[in-house]
Each structure stands twice: as structure tokens, then as C-alpha cells.
């Protein structure tokens, strides 16, 4: 993996097992088109996951002050 410039990352790999069959079936489902298309898509499905957990902890955190200063 390389960077040349702001925003763009080259990535050159092979996916092997259950992210290959994955893609595969995405595929055959027509649900993308390519391996890139996929491959973007789970990077920003996740991302959005991991944002929501954030979002979550912070607001438990901001609960648990406001409970303790109550």
C-alpha cells in the first residue's frame, strides 16, 4: 500500500476465503459491479459502524457526568 498524494491510496491485494466468496456473491446478486466498488462500500459501511459506537460511548459518557453532577 502507497500513498503519492493527498486522499488516494493505492492498494494491491488478493482476497482469499470468505471476503472472496463475499464479493463473489455480491456480484452474482448484482449488488456491485467490481471488487473496488465492494471493497469501498464495506470500507464505508464499517466506518459508519465504527462512528455510531463512538457516537454511543460518548453519549453514555455525557450521561454518566450529568448523573453524577445531579
Known amino acids: 500500500m502507497t500513498t503519492k498524494e ?3 491510496v493505492y ?3 488478493t482476497l482469499r476465503g470468505e471476503p472472496a ?3 463473489l ?3 452474482e446478486r448484482g449488488i456491485v459491479r467490481s471488487v473496488r466498488e ?3 462500500q464495506g470500507l464505508l ?3 459508519e459502524r465504527i462512528a455510531d459506537q463512538d457516537l454511543r ?3 453514555a459518557r455525557t450521561r454518566r ?3 453524577e453532577e445531579l
Do not use: D, H
Open 57 to 59: 460511548t460518548a453519549q
Open 11 to 13: 492498494v494491491k491485494c
Open 45 to 47: 459501511a464499517y466506518y
Open 38 to 40: 465492494a471493497i469501498v
Open 25 to 27: 456473491e455480491l456480484k
Open 65 to 67: 457526568r450529568l448523573e
Open 21 to 23: 466468496r463475499i464479493v
Open 6 to 8: 493527498p486522499g488516494k
